[in-house]
């Protein structure tokens, strides 16, 4: 089993290897107990690439569902491209 502490801080990386960000947070679904989306705060380049603007405090979170999680090791992989990342809205997790 691996705790949630585990993955926070994690490093994203698509499948293209680009390095999006890192884990900040999980959106957990009450009913069922289980973790749909994971919240990745994106990094500066990601940012740029993307073409969103940092808030002023904090960071932009992209909430990826948990199918597009490859593997989880050292660092996290998708199994998306960075292209592909332009279709995932920004979400506010609680």
């Known amino acids: 089993m691996v705790g949630m502490n585990t993955l926070l801080n994690k490093k994203v990386m698509t499948s293209d290897a680009f390095e999006v ?3 900040s947070a999980f959106d957990l679904d009450l009913a069922s107990w289980k973790i ?3 919240g990745v705060t994106l990094n500066s380049q990601s940012n740029k690439e ?3 603007r940092k808030p002023l405090l904090g960071g932009l979170i992209i909430c990826i569902p948990v199918a597009n999680v490859d593997k989880i090791g050292d660092v996290v992989t998708l199994n998306i491209s960075f292209h ?3 279709s995932i809205p ?3 997790l609680q």
Do not use: F, Q, Y
């Open 21 to 23: 960000g890192a884990v």
């Open 50 to 52: 993307l073409g969103v």
């Open 90 to 92: 920004e979400c506010m």
């Open 84 to 86: 592909d990342l332009k």
């Open 36 to 38: 749909t989306h994971v």
